[in-house]
């Protein structure tokens, strides 16, 4: 990625292969007057948009992921240029995505719609709702690990819900946004509903100033203390997804063969630079010696490259190599040991598998989100232990059990957003589930009632529906009302 000036002084910057360092794409610097005229636009097309009823945004949704379904390889290979993961691994991601875009837009008017609720004894003469209101205009800044799946789990919700979005994506993988937004424009044309900013993150800033409803941010800890800074001039709000530290637990009962493959699966793919993958693995001393074995087994035919054959793609971020050297170096300067892998499974542009043991619980490869295809193995003696070691972490966003037994009673124990059961990383795939973390991993949540809702205000009508029987919110409010109302009171909850 390269920044350069074009003659008629509109900034550009260069997407690259991170594979190969060619150039794919050339995308304009939006300043922070672009991202404002950008803001104004969408603010009119919300107005539109949020006036459609649930129905109409419905079908416009379902027509989008229509085109999603047909283009599905035409945006695999997009992605796959940005980012160098495997085309069959951009294909499952934006397939995933297609569950999400039908589930917002058939639930919508039943999680947002209007409701009766009961208004109790006391304002009988009454009658009450709720309904959840769009706020207006969305900021999407996304992240570059998964292009498709991620700002979508914002944009789609935010959009079922009735506002305009307006979406940085991240500066690594511009041509995906862009193929979003216009595929998009396909279905919705007579407004600008969904836009694209893009450039770095003085674009990103200029969006939290530009005075939009909610900002949903993905990317690690660090920058989003930077988003919620610039958005607190403003009092603009903001959902966090700030990355993760995820366990897998692996207890003595537990089919083994399955929990190696998840924790393969889980470590490895995308080059294990997913928020929600597994970096720790705690196994039951019983079952240790049968998983470490099978884990390795499964790992040392895994390669990294950017050949056809390669499972592993390369890393997206060209300071990402460094960061895995020093936690593996760590790791091994206080005394873990590579079962596969190691220091010199680390490149310029490709890190090989590594495995890791013996590594002490404060390293840092068990402590920093690492974001590369590493992994730690620790034997414990219960998993009263591995819980406990499990939550020993700034983060909370997933986790993994494998369990027959105690799966989901493990599963409520661990500090975290989500957790699966002999599954990896499922309740990403579900709909109707929250996803989001605790921690340095953030707060707020996207998808399902909860995703709909974030991107929402409660909006309340209390009515009167008859004359009332005591008027309390009056100056000639009688001594006989106060009675009358002391005795309801005592009544109702003067036994509690």
């Known amino acids: 990625m390269t920044a350069t000036t074009e003659t008629t002084a509109v900034a550009t910057f260069d997407s690259l292969d991170p594979a190969t360092g060619d150039v794919v794409g050339t995308y304009p610097i939006h300043d922070a007057e672009q991202v404002g005229a950008a803001v104004a636009r969408a603010r009119e097309a919300a107005t539109w948009w949020g006036e459609l009823d649930f129905a109409e945004r419905g079908k416009r949704l379902r027509a989008w992921g229509g085109v999603l379904t047909r283009r599905i390889h035409q945006l695999a290979d997009v992605s796959h240029a940005e980012t160098g993961k495997p085309h069959s691994d951009a294909t499952l991601e934006i397939a995933l995505v297609l569950d999400h875009i039908a589930w917002a837009a058939k639930n919508a008017r039943k999680v947002l719609g209007r409701k009766r609720v009961s208004t109790g004894l006391v304002m009988s003469d009454h ?40 979406f940085k994506p991240s500066e690594y993988t511009p041509g995906v946004g862009k193929w979003l937004v216009d595929s998009f424009a396909q279905v919705v044309p007579e407004a600008p509903v969904l836009q694209l900013i893009t450039g770095f993150g003085a674009t990103g800033e200029a969006l939290c100033r ?46 083994v063969a399955k929990a190696a493959d998840a ?46 054959a390669a499972k592993i793609g390369p890393m997206t971020m060209p300071s990402q190599p460094e960061v895995v050297r020093r936690h593996i170096a760590d790791a091994l300067r206080r005394g873990g040991r590579a079962l596969v892998g190691g220091l010199d499974a680390v490149g310029d542009r490709f890190v090989q598998p590594t495995v890791l043991v013996d590594v002490p619980a404060d390293s840092l490869a068990n402590t920093e989100e ?58 990403a795939g579900i709909p109707a589930l929250p996803f989001g973390g605790v921690g340095e991993s953030g707060f707020g949540r996207i998808h399902g009632p909860d995703g709909l809702r974030e991107f929402t205000y409660a909006k309340a009508v209390a009515s009167r529906r008859m004359p009332g029987l005591m008027n309390l919110t009056t100056f000639g409010r009688t001594e006989a009302n106060d009675k009358t109302l002391t005795t309801l009171a005592t009544l109702l909850h003067g036994k509690g």
Not at 214 to 224: E, L, R, V
Not at 268 to 297: M, W
């Open 263 to 308: 924790a393969v699966w889980g470590a490895l793919s995308n080059a294990g630079q997913t928020c929600v993958g597994v970096e720790r693995i705690y196994v039951h001393e019983q079952v240790y010696d049968e998983f470490v074995g099978k884990l390795t087994d499964l790992v040392r035919p895994l390669r990294a490259g950017s050949d056809a």
């Open 210 to 255: 530009s005075g939009v409803d909610k900002i949903a941010f993905t990317g690690s800890p660090g920058t989003a203390r930077k988003i919620m800074h610039a958005c607190a001039d403003t009092l603009t709000p903001v959902v966090i997804e700030g990355g993760g530290k995820d366990a897998l637990l692996v207890d003595a009962d537990a089919d």
């Open 127 to 166: 009658s009450a709702s709720v309904e959840y209101r769009p706020l207006g205009v969305i900021g999407v800044i996304g992240p570059w690990n998964y292009p498709v799946f991620t700002p979508l789990g914002s944009i789609v919700y935010a959009l079922a819900a009735g506002n305009a979005v307006v």
């Open 370 to 427: 690492t974001f590369g295809p590493t992994v730690t193995i620790a034997k414990v003696a219960s998993m009263d232990e591995a819980v406990d070691l499990a939550n020993d972490s700034s983060y909370g966003l997933g986790a993994t059990i494998y369990a027959k037994k105690r799966g989901k009673e493990l599963a409520r124990r661990i500090r975290s957003g989500m957790a699966s059961v002999n599954s990896v990383i499922s309740f």
